[in-house]
């Protein structure tokens, strides 16, 4: 049971970590052309980071299931840094 439980908490983490960094990606967007807009960068940068660890961490334990979630998450993440960087 424990190991189960284990792998439900990582899982929760790196969703809620992938959902900061969907969240910090709005917020980027809104300040397109404003001031903020550095500032909304540099912390969307570091949710996508946070969220990649989280996403790492519960990728050693998932279920089959939860792997397949995941890894849609990291490329997700991915496609998201890769339109910025355009």
């Given at each position: 049971m424990p190991y189960?439980?284990?792998?439900?908490q990582a899982f929760q983490a790196?969703?809620?970590?992938?959902?900061?960094?969907?969240?910090?990606?709005?917020?980027?967007?809104?300040?397109?052309g404003k001031a903020d807009y550095g500032k909304e960068l540099a912390h969307l940068t570091?949710?996508?980071?946070?969220?990649?660890?989280?996403i790492d961490k519960a990728l050693e334990v998932a279920s089959e299931h939860q792997y397949?979630?995941?890894?849609?998450?990291?490329?997700?993440?991915?496609s998201l840094m890769d339109d910025i960087s355009q």
């Open positions: 189960h439980k284990d792998k439900q790196a969703q809620q970590g992938y959902t900061q960094a969907v969240n910090a990606n709005e917020q980027r967007i809104t300040s397109i570091q949710e996508v980071n946070e969220a990649y660890v989280q397949e979630q995941l890894k849609q998450y990291q490329q997700d993440l991915q």
